[in-house]
């Protein structure tokens, strides 16, 4: 069966009605029959298919699409509304009757003027219902309605900063209770959570069933719980973040309170739940392995560049081996190279010896033979029993030391 949703105030409920063989869009506007006569009202939705079991009977159905002399006379009715808002509050100052008047409503033909009130107590207005029906010479009804219908008439800003929520998209009013403020750790000053009409904010009510589910999986506050570091008393629950602190008792004696997921923690006794995403977590911790076995090994080649370079541009290498060591006397080189000094060349693999890279010999220059020992790295650049070797260094042929400089024939 079809049902089209129409709504007779901006921010009131939606009714459903027959359309009947009409067809209408979304802000039509349609004359129906309810219980207060005939009305003027918009299409809040369109022609939609529903089961008979879902229809509350009876139906009424829609008498005729709205016509513009329809649109014409609901804009004169508003118009008198406003005045007979004012006439209506100086009757109720001059009878002094306990009650704030909210609206005043015209029905579509006229017909029956409704005001809306709040008070605390209950209000005798039965001189005020005769000479408002005398000023006006229609029927005169004055409905008590709630403080939070008074909100969703007149409308305002919340405590957010935005439009009161029963003004914009609230249909109905759901149940709100303080328990739902505890439940969701919210500070129990009424100026906190209530709204403009000083009742419970209905926005306390749109999160409960989260926070009720949340709570059946979380831990209860005082138990006992299994974590991954031990066995401990759990102190708060936070749904938000859903997390769980937990007091737990260290090996060294100390006590210290730390914050796990829900889902790390089991019952004492239990095994501790594998994490879904375990395998990620393997990747990611390969990764650091390899970044950390990168930076192992990045020091040691910086080091090995440094010692590279370390060896100096005269080609000096160890203790006395270059040129310059040649000034040193024989006797010391050859001690240390008895001690099993680290430096000594007598350690390097030995070369074959080229001739035609030997030093020629000057004229009139006699080689002058070492006199003995175990050998030494005195002499000049001018000597024939020296070669120039790898890293500067002036060795002797044979191993008796150099006693001093080459005499000269005649």
């Known amino acids: 069966m079809k049902v089209i949703g129409v709504r007779f105030?901006?921010?009131?409920?939606?009714?459903?009605?027959d359309p009947l063989d009409y067809e209408f869009n979304e802000g039509d506007g349609v004359i129906v029959e309810t219980a207060r006569g005939q009305e003027f009202g918009e299409v809040a939705q369109t022609a939609i298919e529903v089961e008979d079991t879902m229809i509350v009977s009876p139906l009424k159905p829609v008498v005729r699409p709205a016509t513009e002399q329809d649109a014409v006379m609901r804009e004169q009715n508003s118009a008198k509304e406003g005045d007979a808002f004012r006439i209506c509050q100086q009757k109720i100052e001059q009878h002094k009757l306990d009650m704030r008047l909210v609206s005043a409503e015209y029905s579509f033909n006229g017909s029956k003027l409704i005001f809306y009130f709040t008070a605390d107590e209950r209000v005798d207005f039965r001189e005020l219902v005769k000479d408002l029906a005398s000023q006006f010479r229609t029927r005169i009804e004055l409905r008590q309605i709630g403080v939070r219908d008074e909100a969703k008439m007149l409308g305002g800003l919340g405590p957010c900063g935005r439009p009161v929520c029963c003004k914009t998209f609230l249909r109905d009013f759901h149940p709100v209770s303080i328990k739902m403020a505890k439940e969701q750790n919210l500070a129990l000053s009424p100026t906190k959570i209530s709204g403009l009409c000083g009742r419970l904010m209905c926005c306390?009510?749109?999160e409960q069933a989260c926070y009720e589910e949340m709570k059946r999986k979380m831990p209860r506050t005082g138990r006992e719980i299994q974590t991954p570091d031990g066995v401990g008393m759990v102190v708060e629950n936070n749904v938000i973040t859903e997390k769980t602190k937990v007091r737990l008792s260290l090996?060294?004696?100390?006590?210290?309170?730390?914050?796990?997921?829900?889902?790390?923690?089991?019952?004492?006794?239990?095994?501790?739940?594998?994490?879904?995403?375990?395998?990620k977590a393997e990747a990611v911790q390969q990764e650091k392995e390899a970044e950390k076995s990168v930076a192992a090994q990045k020091p040691a080649t910086e080091k090995k560049r440094r010692r590279r370079g370390g060896r100096g541009k005269s080609g000096n290498r160890g203790n006395g081996g270059g040129a310059q060591g040649g000034a040193k006397s024989g006797g010391d080189n050859a001690q240390k190279q008895q001690n099993g000094s680290p430096n000594q060349r007598s350690q390097r693999p030995k070369q074959p010896h080229n001739a035609e890279k030997r030093p020629q010999k000057e004229p009139g220059v006699q080689q002058q033979k070492p006199s003995g020992g175990t050998g030494g790295n005195s002499g000049t650049k001018n000597s024939g029993n020296y070669k120039r070797r790898r890293g500067g260094a002036n060795r002797p042929k044979s191993g008796s030391p150099q006693t001093g400089k080459p005499e000269q024939k005649g």
């Open 9 to 17: 105030k901006s921010s009131g409920r939606i009714y459903y009605f």
């Open 251 to 279: 090996p060294d004696g100390t006590i210290e309170v730390r914050e796990f997921h829900y889902t790390m923690l089991a019952k004492p006794g239990e095994p501790l739940p594998v994490p879904k995403n375990e395998p």
């Open 204 to 206: 306390l009510q749109y």
